[in-house]
T-cell receptor
Framework: GQQLNQSPQSMFIQEGEDVSMNCTSSSIFNTWLWYKQDPGEGPVLLIALYKAGELTSNGRLTAQFGITRKDSFLNISASIPSDVGIYFCAGQLFSDKIIFGKGTRLHILP | NAGVMQNPRHLVRRRGQEARLRCSPMKGHSHVYWYRQLPEEGLKFMVYLQKENIIDESGMPKERFSAEFPKEGPSILRIQQVVRGDSAAYFC??????????????FGPGTRLTVL
C-alpha cells in the first residue's frame, strides 16, 4: 500500500530558529497536505498543495509540492513557542482517504 | 457553525465489552471518514461513509469493527469484544464533498479508547 516517509522524527530547536521537514512517498498523490496536531486534539490543516511544483505560504509556513508528485517539504520560519506540536504530512489521490506520515515532533528549547 | 463533534472524548472498556464511538459531522456535511491513531503513529484510514452508505471500508479490520452513518443522527463506529490492541485514539472527519477532485476533511477532537 501507499506509504509516506516523514523526517525527521523529532526536532529540538531554539526559539527563533527556522525549521524544515519533509516527506517522500512510494507513489504519487494529487494533493499534499500538512497538518498540525496538539496534544489531545485532532489534526488541523495548515497548508494544502494541489499542483506539482506549487509553492504555498501561510504566514510563517511555506510548503512545496514536489515536481515528481512523490514528495513535499514544510518550512517554518522564526519559530515561536506555540509552534510546538506534531506535524504530519499527508497525501490524497482524489476526494478520498488521506494517507498520513508518522509525524515530526517539534520541541522548542527554553 | 460548530465543528465536527465526537463523543465520548474518553472511553474505558474492559476486554470483551463493546465500544460505541459517535461522530456528528459539521452542518451541511454528508461525508464522514474514520481514522485510528496508535501512540507515536500517524492517523490510519478506516472507513468512508455517506448517509446510509459505506463507500470505502478498505481500512477496517474484517472482524469486530463496523460503522454506520444513518439518515438521521450521528455516525457510529462500533467495536465488539474489544481487546487491548484496540486502545487508540479514533478520529472522525467530515467533508461537504463539493468537488469530485478534492475536499477538505475537517477533523474532530477524537475519542481516546482505553481497553483494560
Amino acid at each position: 500500500g501507499q506509504q509516506l516517509n516523514q523526517s525527521p522524527q523529532s526536532m529540538f530547536i531554539q526559539e527563533g530558529e527556522d525549521v524544515s521537514m519533509n516527506c517522500t512517498s512510494s507513489s504519487i498523490f494529487n494533493t499534499w497536505l500538512w497538518y498540525k496536531q496538539d496534544p489531545g486534539e485532532g489534526p488541523v490543516l495548515l497548508i494544502a498543495l494541489y499542483k506539482a511544483g506549487e509553492l504555498t505560504s501561510n504566514g510563517r509556513l511555506t510548503a512545496q509540492f514536489g515536481i515528481t508528485r512523490k514528495d513535499s517539504f514544510l518550512n517554518i520560519s522564526a519559530s515561536i513557542p506555540s509552534d510546538v506540536g506534531i506535524y504530519f504530512c499527508a497525501g490524497q489521490l482524489f476526494s478520498d482517504k488521506i494517507i498520513f506520515g508518522k509525524g515530526t515532533r517539534l520541541h522548542i528549547l527554553p | 457553525n460548530a465543528g465536527v463533534m465526537q463523543n465520548p472524548r474518553h472511553l474505558v472498556r474492559r476486554r470483551g465489552q463493546e465500544a460505541r464511538l459517535r461522530c456528528s459531522p459539521m452542518k451541511g456535511h454528508s461525508h464522514v471518514y474514520w481514522y485510528r491513531q496508535l501512540p507515536e503513529e500517524g492517523l490510519k484510514f478506516m472507513v468512508y461513509l455517506q448517509k446510509e452508505n459505506i463507500i470505502d471500508e478498505s481500512g477496517m479490520p474484517k472482524e469486530r469493527f463496523s460503522a454506520e452513518f444513518p439518515k438521521e443522527g450521528p455516525s457510529i463506529l462500533r467495536i465488539q469484544q474489544v481487546v487491548r490492541g484496540d486502545s487508540a485514539a479514533y478520529f472522525c472527519a467530515s467533508s461537504p464533498r463539493t468537488s469530485e477532485l478534492w475536499d477538505t476533511q475537517y477533523f474532530g477532537p477524537g475519542t481516546r479508547l482505553t481497553v483494560l
